[in-house]
């Protein structure tokens, strides 16, 4: 009894306590078997072991098993009744749960995905089944399981789900009705006159401006030749190059359709109005690069209100830029944004349109075509000087193989010549053995494109006073410019003055290098030079204010500038933002002198072998640069000799009043010994002394010495 007695004191005084133990016990190690899981490699040995055993047992159902052992212990500390029995159809929908998983995993692709037992139990359904109805066979058994163990009724489930979805149909449905409806009375109310639409009608779709393409089908002729130039003329017979030595460059005609421009202004109808502006797309002028918007907005709207949300419109139209600009002929506003695809503007079809043509100036050149598709010609005449910038790779060097190439298919060599300076020696060694090519001071024999910073501040220099001369000639023969001079001599059957095109290919370069000597000779060639028949074209990568600098930029008027890469760059280049948001390759903003505004361009491009074929073209003819030498000094050769003279001056004074001459004497008194004995050396080659021979004193002539400082002329 007293054995009894003491058994039964030994037992736990609260069974629930127990099941507390356990339900906290089979959630920590749920939290724990889930990590484990999860985890593996973070968990240390234990964990491994864990994870590996659950992955070899359930698969990828594996991960379940610690949320099953959660659920369970937090059932039993709830107080749920049959814990015990929901603990069994949890494992149950584990297990099946890796049936259904194997069963996919081998119909799809052979492989295992529920570990052992779900290959075991896939196995007997599938000899059941098949694989089709045991996949569903297993499936409904998931749903049938999970539905007992959280109290879900799936018919209801599927019946409330399709009752939104037919209720959603309904609504739209007679939302549409409803649409159509509003558009027919609209309809019938609406007021025939289209000039004055009624209050709430929709506005007119915008007008896509289409230009016809006219293809101009030449007949083969006679090339062009050296016509009015008598026998005598050195560049009798020279022909000029023609369109049809360019090769014809096919294209894809990939270009955007009607649609995609009307998606796109309801697109950008649509941003403007998600910013309170109300705009309406007019017009729509397709491109070969861009395409224009042109937006008329509502009364009281700022322009100012549509240029500071160019990011949020070019994010709308999924394009990098856009650039926005007032129309005001048009009394609207531009938006240009990039095609899906753009076109090379050829400079072949440039060249045989029609205003290229007609132009009869000798430095007329092909920029390109406008955003709407209108070639874009210009005469450097009326400029009279031109500034081209852009970062590097924006199409600078093609411009300027443009403007070389233009020149060349208007002028002869003793029409326009040109004075090359490339101090990359990159783009312009190609135009070497030109007949245009042209050095001041230098026979022609001896022209080349200069390649040196020092050589061309010196050409420079010679350039200034040839246009000195020139200004001289004119005043004697009473004329105002060089076309006056031109047409007179030309009724006195005498030599004509040609122009003198100057391009600088990068003029960062030289203001490195020689700075003064250069900016001092183009500000004086930019402010007298166009009367006398010479044209400046500048370019440069860097439009930093120390290379295009106030002076050179107030004398130069009309400016191209091709992509920058900050704000900063293209307002030293136009004075105004834009040149940023171009596109590159050859996309170009053209600022003609006395225009507000500039104008947008796709440049011309020319491949470097199309211009040697034309240069070969002309090489072929056998004629050599021809012009009259004109005898010239550069300011630096001029302060040079004149330094000399001064110091032949200074010696011969020393001499007269010394009464004798030696080497250490002129040292001495001139600090340098190369440079007395180039003196000395002076002297004797003059006549002022001489060294008998078997003497070493030198004879002095006083008499010589003192006519020649009495007369300053020598």
Not at 91 to 106: H, K, N, V, W
Request: hydrophobic content about 40%; proline content about 7%; overall charge positive.
């Amino acid at each position: 009894m007293s054995e009894n007695r003491f058994y039964r004191f030994s037992r736990p005084a609260n069974k629930r306590s127990g099941k507390n133990y356990s339900g906290l016990v089979l959630i920590a190690l749920g939290l724990l078997v889930f990590y484990c899981v999860v985890v593996p490699d973070g968990s240390g040995n234990f964990g491994r072991l864990i994870a590996r055993v659950s992955g070899r047992l359930f698969g990828q159902a594996g991960y379940l098993l610690g949320p099953v052992l959660f659920i369970f212990g937090l059932e039993i500390l709830r107080k749920i009744r049959g814990a015990f029995w929901r603990a069994f159809l949890l494992l149950l929908t584990l297990i099946f749960f890796a049936t259904e998983l194997s069963l996919i995993s081998r119909w799809a692709n052979q492989l295992n995905w529920g570990g052992l037992v779900g290959q075991k139990l896939s196995e007997v359904f599938r000899r059941l089944f098949g694989y089709p109805v045991g996949v569903l066979f297993v499936l409904i058994l998931i749903f049938y399981l999970s539905g007992k163990l959280f109290s879900i009724n799936w018919l209801a489930v599927g019946k409330n789900i399709l009752e939104i979805i037919v209720a959603d149909w309904q609504q739209w449905q007679q939302a549409r009705r409803l649409q159509k409806g509003l558009r027919t009375a609209e309809k019938k109310v609406r007021s025939p006159q289209p000039s004055a639409p009624p209050p709430g009608a929709p506005p007119a779709p915008p007008k896509i401006i289409e230009r016809p393409v006219v293809r101009v089908e030449k007949k083969p002729g006679p090339e062009k030749t050296a016509e009015r130039l008598p026998q005598e003329n050195s560049y009798f017979g020279y022909k000029l190059p023609v369109p049809e030595l360019l090769p014809d460059v096919r294209q894809s005609l990939d270009e955007q359709k009607k649609e995609e421009h009307l998606y796109n202004a309801d697109v950008l109808q649509k941003t403007l109005a998600d910013f309170g502006i109300v705009a309406q797309v007019t017009e729509i002028i397709p491109g070969p690069v861009v395409t224009r918007y042109d937006l008329k907005l509502a009364p009281g709207v700022k322009i100012q209100a549509v240029m500071t949300l160019a990011e949020n419109i070019s994010l709308a139209l999924k394009v990098p830029a856009v650039r926005i600009i007032p129309v005001p002929e048009k009394s609207a506003v531009g938006i240009e944004a990039p095609n899906r695809k753009s076109h090379l503007v050829l400079i072949k079809d440039i060249l045989s349109s029609e205003k290229f043509e007609k132009s009869s100036s000798y430095l007329t050149i092909a920029l390109g075509k406008t955003t709407d598709g209108e070639p874009a010609i210009a005469d450097l005449m009326p400029f009279p000087h031109l500034l081209i910038a852009g970062a590097t790779g924006s199409g600078k060097s093609v411009c300027i193989h443009s403007i070389i190439i233009s020149v060349l298919y208007k002028a002869r060599p003793d029409e326009v010549k040109f004075l090359l300076i490339d101090p990359k020696r990159l783009e312009l060694p190609i135009y070497e053995t030109l007949p245009h090519l042209y050095v001041p001071g230098v026979s022609p024999e001896q022209a080349t494109v200069i390649t040196q910073p020092k050589e061309a501040a010196q050409a420079l220099q010679k350039l200034v006073v040839v246009m000195e001369k020139r200004y001289e000639k004119y005043a004697r023969e009473m004329v105002r410019n060089i076309e006056g001079y031109n047409e007179k001599m030309t009724q006195m059957a005498k030599p004509r003055d040609y122009y003198i095109l100057v391009i600088i290919d990068e003029l960062a370069d030289l203001m490195l290098v020689c700075r003064k000597e250069v900016e001092d000779s183009i500000q004086r060639l930019a402010q007298m030079a166009r009367a006398v028949g010479i044209h400046l074209v500048l370019a440069t990568q860097r439009p930093s204010v120390d290379v295009i600098t106030g002076v050179i930029k107030a004398n130069f008027p009309a400016r191209i500038a091709f992509q920058t890469t900050t704000k900063v760059d293209s307002r030293v280049i136009l004075d105004t933002i834009g040149a940023e948001d171009l596109l590159g390759r050859g996309d170009m903003l053209f600022l003609p002198p006395g225009e507000p505004v500039p104008i947008r361009l796709q440049g011309s491009y020319i491949a470097v072998k199309e211009v040697e074929k034309i240069l070969d073209f002309i090489r072929q003819q056998n004629f050599r640069p021809s012009y009259e030498l004109t005898p010239v000094k550069s300011q630096i050769e001029q302060a040079q000799q004149e330094e000399s003279d001064d110091d032949l001056r200074a010696a011969l004074r020393l001499v007269l009043e010394r009464k004798r001459i030696s080497q250490d004497l002129l040292k001495a008194h001139f600090g340098s010994s190369a440079r007395a004995t180039d003196l000395l050396s002076r002297l004797e080659v003059a006549g002022f002394i001489y060294k008998p021979e078997g003497t070493n004193r030198w004879q002095i002539f006083f008499d010589k010495i003192e006519e020649y400082l009495n007369n300053p002329s020598q």
